[in-house]
């Protein structure tokens, strides 16, 4: 119905719980996904980052669980307390940067920076999956997702450049 680049996008819907796992285990990442909520949708969506996931019925751990509560209008971090209105009717950057030796991450919505997390408090410094979900949604739509290793680089001024030249 919806993609950012043609030709398709994935939709979450009422009962969806799309995963995907990794094998991320050192370093610093960026994990990126355009979303996209029509005007009008309900219910409760979940963009779910994993440091640990077992398919099945044991444990997992969550690094980040963000929510979208359509009937409130409200983004918000169940790990933290970090929240945003939601953007309808246009596709929206989710990021989140992280870096699993420092145990840290990020998280942007729109462009906007929301909070600063701890990677895990009781799991492991891991990526092992991104899982799209719903139980109640309406249809919430995802496209460009990528999670690239990130390198994130010091503020510097043109006078150390100039001096790293000479």
Known sequence: TY????????????TTDIVQQFDVTE???VITAH????S???GKTYFILLNIYNPGPTSDDW???MEFDCDLGLMRILEGSGAAYIVYDQWVEIRVEFDLLACTQQVYYNGVFIESLPWQTSGVNELAALDLFSDTGSSVYYD????EQWIGLAP???GQIKTLME
Not at 144 to 147: E, G, H, P, Q
């Open 156 to 158: 510097t001024t043109w």
């Open 63 to 65: 690094s980040l669980d």
């Open 40 to 42: 009008g949708s309900s």
């Open 27 to 29: 370093g610093a990442w």
């Open 35 to 38: 979303q996209y909520i029509p």
């Open 144 to 147: 460009d997702i990528t999670l």
């Open 3 to 14: 993609s950012q680049s043609s030709p398709q996008s994935v939709e979450i819907m009422v």
